[in-house]
């Protein structure tokens, strides 16, 4: 059976955000293609993980047997994002844009999960793991559009999830989110519908396909 770990950090609850809307549609397909499967799920809005704190982070670069009782408590939460990551075959990351970048709870699970010589750098124990990203946005940002220079989070998740943990990633965007909300771009409202009907597709097709590929290696 393959296992699938799921985490949303969207502030906005259900069919209101579309970044959980897409990572729904791909979930879905997921359990309809492999409903023996097992989902580990991590809602960041409703249950945020803790920031890192010096005893976390010191804990990672130190001999378990040589951790304080600071030190080992922290890690302990700390090891069970990184074995959650571990036991995966595939990975949905809902990455909603704020301000620029990704929320703040999403940054704080991967300052939790990145360490040095076990899930990144020259030890990558996730290595070639498949990541999905919905990566959804107010407005638009890819090349060619006035805001390109204002894109951080698929540039970032690249760098992170690709370049640090060796991930395999893949990125579903659907954008211009706001222009059923704001009467400015109004005119927008077709090409939101055309991004959303699209990136709903792909997730679905996506999370089917995936299902379809790894539920036998995991067997």
Do not use: C
């Not at 955000?17 to 897409?22: D, E, F, L």
């Not at 809005?45 to 047997?65: E, G, N, Y």
């Not at 991967?110 to 030890?123: E, K, Y």
């Not at 959804?136 to 370049?163: F, H, I, K, M």
Request: zero cysteines; aromatic letters at 6%.
């Amino acid at each position: 059976m393959a296992t699938l770990l799921h985490v949303d950090s969207s502030v906005l609850p259900g069919s209101a955000s579309a970044s959980r809307a897409v990572t729904d549609a791909f979930r879905k397909a997921w359990e309809e293609q492999h409903p023996e499967g097992t989902v580990i799920y991590r809602d960041l809005s409703a249950h945020p993980v803790p920031h890192i704190t010096a005893d976390a982070h010191s804990a990672a670069f130190a001999d378990p047997s040589e951790h304080t009782p600071e030190q080992a408590a922290a890690f302990a939460g700390r090891l069970e994002f990184i074995e959650e990551l571990e036991r995966a075959d595939a990975v949905l990351i809902g990455a909603p844009m704020y301000n620029f970048s990704i929320p703040s709870t999403l940054k704080a699970w991967l300052d939790n999960v990145i360490v040095v010589g076990r899930t990144a750098g020259d030890v990558q124990s996730a290595k070639g793991t498949p990541v999905t990203i919905v990566a959804s946005r107010g407005g638009a940002y890819g090349p060619g559009t006035p805001r390109e220079g204002y894109e951080y989070v698929q540039n970032y998740l690249g760098a992170v999830l690709r370049d640090m943990l060796g991930l395999d990633v893949e990125f579903i965007v659907p954008e211009l989110t706001m222009a059923p909300h704001m009467p400015a771009l109004a005119d927008l409202v077709p090409l939101f519908e055309a991004s959303r009907d699209k990136a709903l597709e792909d997730a679905a097709t996506k999370g089917r396909t995936l299902a379809e590929q790894l539920a036998p290696r995991a067997a």
